[in-house]
């Protein structure tokens, strides 16, 4: 007996039906559920949260100095302008603007707190989703929905990533992993040892070092890093002069077209671009660090993602002498620190496990259609944002390359598109379908090609597979993304729609505030 079908036995009686159930409060879910608001009225919607806030990943990461790594002008919705000063901004100010999006377009009561998907099932003789939702202990509760649009991000939120530390439970001092910050850590004066090169250690470094007595970053191999201010100067000029919407877009447009432009030149001419990258961390720190050892990775740039540095703040800190970058491979964790396997050693009070995160499909939840389980990695993807055979689901995923939210926008335009489509001319489901000789015939990639970043390596196996044409492929390009889900007609030939008659109770499931069953 499948997942669905286990834990459905002990649901209550009453089921709420509605539209579409988004899943996740967070950056994607809200701009989806406005969106749906905006473009879809007639249809009933609502957002399952797991936690007792909004906000996703800025509201459950409280590290110091945690804050977004990339503008916001590009990382915030397409609708809303991000008005702050500062466009490199920090976690509050992210959770905040959040939050006045959910209330400036009433979609904070149409958000369930502490309901967690474990379990979806499609059903094609009701032709919608079977939801069963963990509201407590022991407490589960059914939904069913025509559309199901997946906002849960791409990481669990139960665990992070950390490899295998031989000597770990010797250790006396702190052992801190990130996503799970202590928020009563005292750290003034400590020596700190932070294990780990990416976006999450060079934002802890700097901030850190502030009040410890040392920061150390370990790293097994170097990152590349670009800086920037974090202020945008000639965004808030435009802001002053021009209406805010219309400098907001503006500036969105050119900072897409500056990420667009940064990430094919590392496709076309990688030498150039690290030649740039490298040389400004020479003029930077040269003199304090040997920057061909640390900061000169073996990979060219956006092969990985690359660390921004606003304002500097990580070189600031290095000069200072309170911040120093080591480049080593861990032999063990002894009762003090760390020994290296270059014979040489650090001494740590605490030691924070900045190594990345776990991802998870889809939240986690177990998926199945009329009772079958699916294996993800059996089915290809379409358009990056549904799968092949899984009617009514669509998965919201970002850029590996340039901000989430662009990616965010179009999928939700995009589910606005389909749902109207939908309405228009009766249809109860659209599934991709991929012919059996095609299907047979199409090399396979993976999900997310040219990125070798350990996290996403660990994950890929498990997810869809693209092909090598249209709609089949996940380009993770913005130009050739707004095509996809802008200009392409929603029926293509690969997404089929079909048409029942709803028998029963369901009927009136189709609009208004949802209905019981």
């Not at 499948?2 to 036995?9: C, L, P």
């Not at 294990?195 to 850190?208: D, E, K, Q, R, Y």
């Not at 304002?311 to 063990?332: C, N, P, W, Y």
Request: aromatic share 10%; with cysteine.
């Amino acid at each position: 007996m499948n997942a669905f079908n286990d834990q459905a036995q002990s649901q209550d009686a009453a089921v709420e039906l509605f539209d579409v159930i988004i899943i996740g409060a967070g950056l994607s879910g809200v701009g989806a559920a406005v969106r749906l608001q905006r473009d879809c009225p007639d249809h009933s919607v609502v957002v399952l949260e797991r936690r007792e806030a909004i906000g996703g990943t800025w509201d459950l990461f409280r590290y110091p100095g945690i804050r977004s790594d990339s503008d916001m002008h590009t990382l915030g919705y397409d609708f809303k302008p991000w008005i702050a000063e500062k466009s490199i901004a920090d976690g509050d100010s992210i959770r905040d603007y959040v939050n006045q999006t959910a209330d400036q377009y009433g979609v904070r009561e149409h958000i369930r707190f502490q309901h967690n998907l474990v379990a979806a099932n499609w059903c094609s003789e009701q032709s919608q989703w079977h939801l069963s939702v963990e509201t407590g202990p022991n407490s589960l509760r059914q939904y069913r929905c025509s559309v199901l649009l997946m906002c849960s991000g791409y990481y669990s939120y139960d665990q992070a990533y950390e490899p295998d530390f031989p000597g770990k439970s010797d250790f006396q001092g702190q052992w801190i992993q990130p996503q799970f910050w202590p928020q009563a850590l005292d750290f003034k004066d400590k020596r700190v040892v932070v294990i780990g090169s990416g976006a999450t250690a060079m934002t802890l470094v700097p901030n850190m070092a502030r009040t410890a007595a040392q920061v150390t970053m370990l790293q097994r191999s170097p990152t590349y890093v670009i800086s920037s201010p974090s202020v945008d100067r000639f965004a808030n000029w435009l802001r002053d002069k021009l209406p805010k919407q219309f400098a907001y877009d503006l500036t969105r447009w050119r900072n897409t077209l500056w990420q667009q432009w940064m990430y094919q030149l590392s496709r076309v001419a990688p030498g150039v671009l690290k030649g740039m990258l490298l040389g400004k961390v020479r003029k930077e720190i040269g003199q304090f660090v040997d920057v061909d050892k640390h900061f000169t990775p073996r990979y060219n740039p956006w092969d990985q993602r690359l660390c921004l540095v606003p304002d500097d703040d990580l070189f600031t800190a290095i000069k200072s002498g309170k911040a120093q970058v080591v480049t080593d491979h861990i032999e063990r964790i002894t009762a003090t620190g760390i020994e290296l396997q270059s014979g040489s050693s650090l001494e740590a009070d605490i030691i924070v496990s900045a190594t990345g995160l776990e991802l998870v499909i889809l939240g986690g939840a177990a998926f199945s259609v009329d009772g079958e389980e699916v294996d993800f990695a059996k089915e290809w993807s379409y358009k990056g944002m549904m799968c092949s055979n899984i009617p009514n689901m669509i998965q919201t995923f970002g850029y590996v390359n340039a901000s989430w939210t662009l990616r965010a926008d179009l999928i939700a335009g995009w589910v606005c598109r389909l749902l109207q489509h939908m309405t228009a001319h009766g249809y109860t489901s659209a599934t991709p379908r991929c012919p059996a000789p095609l299907a047979q015939s199409m090399p396979k990639r993976l999900w997310i090609e040219g990125f070798p970043a350990g996290y996403m390596q660990r994950a890929l196996p498990h997810f869809p597979k693209q092909g090598d044409r249209e709609p089949w492929i996940n380009p993770q390009n913005y130009r050739k993304d707004r095509k996809l889900f802008r200009d392409a007609p929603i029926e293509d030939g690969a997404l089929i729609f079909e048409s029942i008659a709803v028998q029963g109770d369901t009927q009136d499931a189709s609009h208004g505030e949802g209905q019981v069953a």
